[in-house]
């Protein structure tokens, strides 16, 4: 996978021990075109503090533009902002 960091709007719901379950993404490709993804499968969620900021990194597996993809969304949980990672 390939590191993007590119921020990116999520709807997402919450679950009992109030960790942020992503539902899906819409990003913008370079060439400016928006694309929605629905997660369909979270494979791991890892708690990891990256340059001493507290994030959740989600692996997750989803149809992007009619292919099966692995990436990563990462929450920074102190700025309340999503990222696609890695994709």
Not at 25 to 49: A, L, N, P, Q
Not at 70 to 85: A, D, G, H, P, S
């Amino acid at each position: 996978m390939k590191i993007v960091a590119k921020p990116i709007d999520v709807i997402a719901t919450f679950s009992d021990n109030k960790k942020p379950i992503p539902y899906k993404f819409k990003f913008f490709r370079d060439s400016g075109d928006k694309i929605e993804v629905y997660v369909d499968k979270i494979v791991t969620v890892e708690e990891s503090k990256l340059a001493g900021i507290d994030t959740l990194i989600y692996t997750c597996e989803s149809k992007v533009l009619d292919e099966s993809r692995l990436y990563q969304l990462k929450y920074v949980i102190e700025q309340y902002r999503w990222e696609l990672y890695k994709i």
